[in-house]
């Protein structure tokens, strides 16, 4: 007999922080457009330095390459999958436009202040689509989320920053910007900050793989270094800070100019940080852009509403894993679920649910199908399942969950 996993009631959002901590503080850093390979060859000693108190790894962005969720390796694409654990089927953000957000999957900045309204936001960023669109400041559908500093626009001030062919003023802007993100970390102390640096990408499109790039890639890293100064200034006060540096995309090979595509070059980012406790998955190799939100949610102390949690795409990358690389194989009556096990043994409940319902402000109705060692790594479902068109799978362990989805078809733009 089926049995309902939980009762949803609409409109109910209950948060719970577990011994959350006035200290703790995060910091994500996005440098635009730098394939791994380049920064791995370049000098970058701020780097270094922050991967060598927590880690450092490639990993990818793109969603599942040729399925539901395989979303373009494009900066606004990228931004948002790490700014809402999801990929682009759920976020609906296809292109640095960012025509239709679907701001039903929300961003680290929403679920912070929701959990903590005292909470200090901050974004840095030489590009102000990413306030306005992506995190969607004062709109009415992110429940008229507001910051608490932001340095961003620049990019417009023709007069202050004369645009010019070089993409000089880029790097003046990122200057900027690294240096107002350094100074107010130093005397504020806010509990969420978004810094986001454009100029590698502008000498990554106009030169590729050159000395140019390299030269953009010393720029980033120092630029970095101002703002792991004020970390480590901060961090003298007893704060617990994690910083975590980026990449939205790869590039095109061989000249390594363009993007937007599904080649291995063009998905392969890297994370660097200064975290304790990395766990397996961050150095797997299977690390992706959505990883970075639940990770968030972990060192925050933070628990979601299950409904909401039920969304994410990503695993923690520090802690204990019960489980990681879901995914649903197989066709029509022969379809299995498969995963990676981790070394907790685990007991995996698994559930399914036939509608979408979370897309359009809803909830979903999860039906509870059976359970399964974690170290058994598959699961098969029911032959009844494989006739259907589209339904969603959800597997609950100790330690983390995850979902996938069954779509006939590749799933199109809503």
């Avoid at 802007?173 to 810094?195: H, N, R």
């Avoid at 043994?345 to 509870?368: N, R």
């Avoid at 479902?381 to 959800?394: A, E, I, Q, S, T």
């Amino acid at each position: 007999m089926r049995t309902k996993h939980l009762l949803l009631v609409f409109g109910c959002i209950c948060w719970v922080q577990l011994g959350l901590a006035q200290q703790k503080k995060v910091v994500f850093i996005i440098l635009d457009g730098i394939p791994a390979q380049d920064l791995e060859r370049v000098e970058t000693p701020n780097l270094d330095q922050i991967s060598s108190q927590g880690g450092y790894a490639r990993a990818y962005t793109g969603g599942l390459k040729g399925g539901y969720s395989e979303s373009p390796t494009i900066s606004a694409v990228g931004y948002n999958s790490i700014l809402t654990g999801t990929w682009a089927n759920k976020h609906q953000v296809w292109g640095n436009g960012i025509k239709s957000p679907n701001y039903q999957y929300w961003t680290i900045f929403r679920y912070l202040r929701e959990a903590r309204p005292d909470a200090k936001l901050a974004i840095f960023s030489t590009w102000q689509d990413n306030r306005t669109k992506l995190l969607g400041e004062n709109l009415p559908q992110t429940g008229h989320l507001m910051l608490d500093r932001a340095v961003d626009g620049l990019e417009l001030d023709t007069s202050g920053y004369p645009h010019d062919n070089q993409s000089d003023y880029i790097h003046q802007i990122d200057q900027k910007v690294a240096q107002e993100a350094a100074a107010y970390l130093s005397a504020y102390g806010p509990d969420l900050t978004w810094v986001y640096l454009q100029y590698p990408d502008d000498m990554g499109h106009k030169f590729g793989r050159s000395e140019k790039l390299d030269v953009a890639i010393r720029k980033a890293d120092a630029q970095v270094g101002l703002i792991w100064q004020a970390i480590q200034q901060r961090q003298q006060k007893g704060e617990d800070w994690q910083l975590w540096v980026t990449t939205d995309h790869g590039r095109k090979e061989p000249e390594g100019k363009g993007h937007g595509g599904q080649s291995d070059a063009e998905r392969e980012v890297w994370i660097a940080s200064n975290a304790s406790g990395l766990n397996a998955h961050f150095s797997s190799g299977k690390a992706a852009h959505v990883d970075l939100l639940p990770t968030f949610f972990r060192f925050y102390n933070l628990e979601l509403p299950e409904f909401r949690e039920q969304e994410l795409d990503g695993y923690p990358l520090t802690g204990p894993l019960s489980f990681t690389e879901l995914s649903l194989e197989g066709s029509e009556h022969n379809q299995k679920l498969t995963w990676k096990a981790h070394p907790a043994q685990d007991l995996l409940k698994v559930y399914w649910s036939p509608t979408d319902h979370f897309a359009d402000g809803g909830q979903d109705e999860y039906f509870y199908l059976g359970e399964v060692p974690s170290d058994a790594k598959q699961y098969a479902l029911p032959p009844d399942l494989g006739k259907k068109d589209f339904f969603k799978v959800l597997v609950v362990g100790k330690y983390n969950s995850a979902n996938t989805w069954r779509v006939s078809g590749k799933l199109q733009k809503k």
